[in-house]
């Protein structure tokens, strides 16, 4: 295109230049005229007339005859004779037009017609030009056109690649070598697009694919309208993960949950086409294409096999149960959902490591994930919760009575629901972040209900304070709108969790601090790490696990770990709670190593949190020492 441009203006500048010689040449030639007809006339006036007998008559003759644009005579200096017709253009002025004699004393002046020369003149200037414009265009164009078909040629040899049909070597050289380099650049960003796109779709843990890569597939097979076959949709619950997690560890409880997914892959390989998927903190879901119950037999059956060697080698009561159900196309998600939902619920109270098939909908309302999200959204919407509240005895006059809360809920018949299932349900459903904002809501509300300023509230925070934005944003918009009060506010999140992720654990604890409330880190001591977290973050409060309080008997390095948990957090001015105290033996061995505060069941059991509830120390003191 470029190449055209210049193409183009290369012709619109000859045409110009030949303008302008066009012009000179046309310009001469009249000049030339010009003279000739001053010298044809002058002849003809100074021997056709009579000058020295000079009478008005000679020179009313003269001017028609010789078609004479002005005629003036003077004789002796004295004007005898003046044509009085004043013709002059333009014209005139660039071309000689006139002239003069003199014969005797009789000196004539005279000027020529020159309107058939001038037009003349513009006749060729006009027809020169045009000529000369066209013919510009004309090869303008003929430029355009060889261009076109020229660059068409270079775009069709780069991209077909035949670089050695371009006419230039170094290009030609320099395009190939460009190739080269894209195409491996090109290959490699393919990889790592796949690579961040397997990341994104997987859960770190199991490697399994996540909820999202979950439902995309759901979806994908309910989009099938076409198929007539029926689909299989299968849910194992991990239902000894909460107790692996409190007796032996956190690290116990990851190996579990990987470890059965590495089970229930080997299960479902021989099935083409057949994924798991991590659904939920416990929950493994797969996705059969095209199957029957002899397919969940053969799936289970082999699953089986290792679950109950796995049962025999870590002393468990069981491993898992399983859920399954059909479905077809145009079928509602929710539906199928609940039918797997309902089918994993028959199979818990079936044999062990059991499971269960259901094939038709049920209209139970409490069983199914449909059910599950009626009930939560009525329990957000009616604000069905009551809040009970265990006492943490303080060892120490200087600190200020603190009791963890709790969150209890119920249907609006007043039935009681396990919270633990209640989280899990509104986190598949997620409605997680609105449960645990109208949960603090409340918990504020009772604070300022009972007004009790000398004690503090402990609110534990899920998951969604580290992942949740919104919750955030939330979360610090509220304590900002209660200012006056959230100095009396604890936020207690499990170590676990903060240590997933640093920079989320680290923007939480910023928020909680310059609002005025206190931290708490719960669960606290999982290894040396522990204290690189305690350095970071600088809690108010640090909760011992209680798998160590209750391994001091067994394990003297629990208690020098916990002496020097002590030592540093006092220089910090952080408090030590031990939780988790279960009887006076480890009451004793905890009081004997200066710890701050002490909560268990030994202390105080949880009980309902009232209105008008007397929340004076005395009276948790003695309801701690009565229960000891």
Known sequence: MSKSISAMTK????AVLLCLVGIGIAFYTTSRECSNELAKTKNVLMGAY???????????????????????????????????????????KVFKTQDEFQIGNTSVQFGIDSSEIYNSFLIKVVTLIVLIVIAALVTAQLFLIANYKYAIFIKNSILSKRYDDLPFEDLSRELTRNDTQNEKEIAEAKKKIEHLANAAAMDPMTNLYNRTTFNNAFEGLLGKVASREKSIL???????????????????????????????????KRFPGTNAYRISGTDIAILVPKGDEKVIEAIYGALKLQVNEFQKNYDLTNVCYGGFTFFGPKEQKADIMSRADLALARAQTSACNGYAIQTENTDNYFQGEMHWLKTIREIIDHRSISLYYQPIKSMNISIKPYVEIYAHFTTEAGEKLSTEIVLAAAQRHELLVKLEEMIIDAIISKYRLINQTDMRFG????????????FLLWLERTLIRNSDIAEGLVFEIDEALLESNNMAAERLFGIIHRTGASTSISHFGKGLDSFRL???????????????CQSFDKDNTAQQFVRMLIEVSHRQGCVIVAEGIESIA????????????????????PQELEDRIELNWVTIKNSAEYSA
């Open 234 to 268: 299968g849910i194992f619950r991990a239902s000894e993960i909460n107790f692996i997690n409190s007796e032996r560890g956190y690290q116990m409880g990851d190996k579990y949950i990987h470890d059965l997914a590495d089970m229930i892959k080997d299960s479902i």
């Open 11 to 14: 012709c619109i500048i000859v």
């Open 459 to 470: 609110i534990n925070l899920s998951s969604n304070a580290l992942l949740s934005t919104s």
């Open 586 to 605: 480890q009451r004793q061995q905890v009081e004997a190593l200066y710890v701050d505060a002490i909560q268990g069941y030994m202390i105080a059991k």
């Open 534 to 548: 305690f350095r970071e973050l600088k809690p108010n409060y640090i909760k011992i696990d209680p798998n160590i």
């Open 50 to 92: 009579d000058w020295s007998n000079f009478t008005s008559d000679v020179g009313n003759n003269a001017i028609p005859t010789l078609e004479l644009a002005s005629l003036n005579v003077y004789v002796s200096n004295t004007q005898v004779y003046n044509s009085s017709t004043d013709t002059s253009s333009i014209f005139d």
